[in-house]
């Protein structure tokens, strides 16, 4: 728990102090803290969700695939 913690403040130190083009590279600290608490088949509906995402981009479906991946989420934490 402490090394977590020390993580999350490390990070959130980077992404205040670190110039733009570095800070963008470091991981969300909730997503990372989601990803060892959730089940593992809703991390990787996540990661399903994402690159979908990704992959549908050129059609503007970004909407669709957050909300699967929401979604998934929220069931998780039922």
Same mark, same amino acid.
């Given at each position: ?33 989601? @990803?060892?608490?959730?089940? !593992?088949?809703?991390? #990787? *509906?996540?990661?399903?969700? /994402? $690159? ?7 059609? @503007?479906?970004?909407?669709? !695939?957050?909300?699967? #991946? *929401?979604?998934?989420?929220? /069931? $998780?934490?039922?």
């Amino acid at each position: 728990m402490l090394i977590a913690s020390i993580i999350g403040i490390l990070l959130a130190i980077g992404k205040k102090f670190l110039p733009p083009q570095t800070a963008r590279w470091l991981p969300n600290a909730p997503a990372m803290g989601l @990803a060892f608490v959730l089940p !593992t088949w809703i991390a #990787i *509906a996540r990661f399903i969700g /994402a $690159g979908l995402a990704l992959l549908l981009q050129r059609f @503007a479906l970004i909407s669709s !695939t957050a909300g699967l #991946i *929401a979604g998934e989420s929220l /069931a $998780g934490i039922n």
